[in-house]
């Protein structure tokens, strides 16, 4: 048996983990491993693949980052491709792949990735490639999946930011406005912002609105509270506005960020408080995954090869009440796991005062 392995996306901590439980589990039961180099982008070059050993991921549980590399810009559906007169396209070379992994007799890929990579993998699982997936993403959106690996370590190091931010907003008596990521879900935000006694959580569920959180300011004022704690999912608009981008190249998906400098000018302007803004970026996904995303990384990526092990292809490995479930992967194309209004941390962030913005 002969497996690759490719992460896709954006980072995550705990991916070294996963790659490291997939290749040990494999080489274990006498397979061979191939890592593919920095996305399904250099399937097209003259060495698409790093051959795995237990050297290759000897110590790695720890380390941040993804030791295969990865590309946003790596859907073979939409490769970015120079034309002639210089100017960038994007073309699909989707069979090109499907003939590499023909010519290494590759016999299934396990795809560790976020929804774009599980709705690259329906469509290659189309094309005749068995493909086991494992759920990988900060902001916590896979669909029929509790838990994505990088989750809790974003969380926590969004908390401890969050709270050290509070000590000054305090000090300087400011609105502080911190922007998490977390794309259209508000999961980081809601569960940072709770963690870190935020006074106000904005997430994309919410549709926010600027009198909500003024009222919320001025009874803070009121009861000499002379600081308020903002946190925004990256995501996040006003009832009356449009999620904020900064645009997307070719290739690529639309980069989100600029709503916590809206909410502070506006802010600042109805309540005449100073306020700044922190855009907490990548510290959310760089560095070394937490004891958590490095179990449940290690426990997705051998379960990914007990699947292969089976000739169950084609399913994503997910946490469905703290237990390992498998669903199919084309059921969960084009969907996202969204905030519940109704889960019990919405109406947590309700009971202890957090101010929602609606
Ligand atoms: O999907 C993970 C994520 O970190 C999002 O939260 C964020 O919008 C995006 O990736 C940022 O991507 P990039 O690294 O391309 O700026």
């Given at each position: 048996m002969k497996i690759a392995i490719n992460t896709g996306g954006g980072d995550a901590p705990g991916l070294n983990a996963a790659i490291r439980a997939a290749t040990l589990a494999a080489l274990k039961r006498g397979w061979e491993v191939y890592g593919i180099k920095n996305g399904y982008g250099s399937i097209y070059t003259d060495e698409p693949f790093i051959k795995m050993d237990a050297e290759t991921?000897?110590?790695?549980?720890?380390?941040?980052?993804?030791?295969?590399?990865?590309?946003?810009?790596?859907?073979?559906?939409?490769?970015?491709?120079?034309?002639?007169?210089?100017t960038w396209t994007t073309k699909d070379v989707s069979d090109r792949l499907v003939k590499t992994f023909?010519?290494?007799?590759?016999?299934?890929?396990?795809?560790?990735?976020?929804?774009?990579?599980?709705?690259?993998a329906s469509k290659l699982i189309k094309k005749g490639i068995n493909i086991v997936g494992v759920p990988k993403t900060i902001d916590n959106d896979i669909y029929g999946c509790d838990v994505t690996l990088g989750f809790d370590t974003a969380i926590?190091?969004?908390?401890?930011?969050?709270?050290?931010?509070?000590?000054?907003?305090e000090s300087h008596h400011r609105l502080m406005v911190v922007e998490v990521m977390g794309r259209?879900?508000?999961?980081?935000?809601?569960?940072?912002?709770?963690?870190?006694?935020?006074?106000?959580?904005?997430?994309?569920?919410?549709?926010?609105?600027y009198d909500s959180?003024?009222?919320?300011i001025k009874e803070r004022e009121a009861n000499g509270r002379h600081y308020t704690m903002i946190v925004v999912a990256e995501g996040a608009k006003a009832q009356d506005g449009e999620v904020v981008t900064k645009g997307k190249s070719v290739g690529q998906q639309v980069q989100l960020g600029g709503i916590a400098d809206r909410i502070a000018d506006e802010l600042s302007e109805r309540t005449g408080k100073e306020s700044r803004t922190v855009v907490l970026?990548?510290?959310?996904?760089?560095?070394?995954?937490?004891?958590?995303?490095?179990?449940?990384?290690?426990?997705?990526?051998?379960?990914?090869?007990r699947c292969v092990q089976e000739h169950d292809y084609n399913k994503l490995v997910v946490l469905q009440d703290n237990q390992l479930k498998r669903v199919p992967i084309t059921s969960i194309e084009g969907k996202m796991k969204s905030v519940s209004l109704d889960s019990d941390t919405v109406q947590t962030a309700r009971d202890i005062g957090v101010c929602l913005g609606d």
């Open positions: 991921v000897h110590g790695i549980t720890m380390q941040g980052g993804t030791i295969l590399g990865t590309a946003n810009r790596g859907n073979p559906f939409e490769m970015p491709h120079q034309k002639e007169d210089g023909k010519e290494y007799d590759i016999d299934a890929l396990i795809a560790i990735g976020g929804d774009g990579s599980m709705n690259i926590d190091i969004a908390t401890e930011a969050i709270d050290r931010i509070t000590t000054t907003a259209y879900a508000g999961w980081i935000a809601l569960y940072a912002g709770i963690a870190s006694s935020a006074d106000v959580v904005l997430i994309p569920e919410i549709p926010f609105s959180i003024e009222e919320k970026g990548h510290l959310q996904r760089g560095g070394s995954p937490s004891t958590y995303d490095r179990l449940i990384s290690l426990r997705f990526g051998a379960a990914a090869i």
